[in-house]
């Protein structure tokens, strides 16, 4: 109990705000030296509503989580955005969103400030899954850390010397789009070739149910029944746990493409961790392992030695710690 009081005082609340292409996700957020806990909650459906209507719900939505906090006798010291785009991270302006359309240079920080009164920092989300695994997570205690996450798109986050990096544009970051093929398939992005146009979830999947409709053998095959849209990455999962060869192959595939990228990051940066999350590493071990044995023999030796690849820690909840985190580390480096 005493343990306990002693952390209350020495508290600090922030709102944590999670917004991604399905939904909009809020926290109020309770941090206190060495950990943190959530303390109030909402969700939204992104689909639910345009850019005006969405800024509307979220102010709704923040003023809520203020006011439960300031009931418990606490003040909030600001509101953390992540989203799934690039932000200039000192004016909050969200450039562009890779899955929400209507959302072009909008100054997301102006349009919420004057309303929550309260300071409003945006940036990248992959940016705040590092920071988030960085500070409490798997790469706890680690100066230097990289943070891939595995989806839809393939997205990095880059912690040096405890802070993100993000670059002169705000688009540091972008292993998805790093070249593994330069004569390769076109990129969402425009280039040829890159990692996300392999190792995407939807890019599995396609190369995996072209492989089926050319005959290839798998135990998958029965649960499609002849449609072979149906195909999910938890089938190529499960499956492949239950040791079907084509889908151990498939993750297999996945890993060394991976572990290509990252034999490049590791030479480019020398990290003492590589922390990889996202909906395609609930795969774990089926590609983890390909992937750590490509990133040693292709990268330098020196540099593999005190390495370590890891899975996140947080998962799906890294967003939004990462936001309500950015708050306070942002008044660090100040
Ligand atoms: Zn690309």
Redesign the pocket.
Known sequence: MKQDRRKVSNCRYTIGVDFGGTFVKLALVRFWEKGFRIEGFSSFETKNYNKDALIEQMVIRIIKLKAESTYKGNRVRGVGIGVPGRVDFDKGIVFDLTNVSGWKNVNLKDALQPKVKIPVLVDNDANLMALAESKFGAAKGHKDCICVTMGTGIGGGIILNHKVYRGISFAAGEI??MTINENGPL???G?KG?V??YIGNRYILEEAIRRLRGGAKSSVRAKLNGRYSNLTLEMLNSAARKKDPFSILIWQEVGKHMGAVLANVVNLLNPEIIVVGGGVAKAGALFLEPMRRIVKERAFQVSCRNLKIVASKFSNKAGIIGAAALVLANKEKK
């Open positions: 998805g789009h990129c969402i992005c280039g890159c996300e146009r």
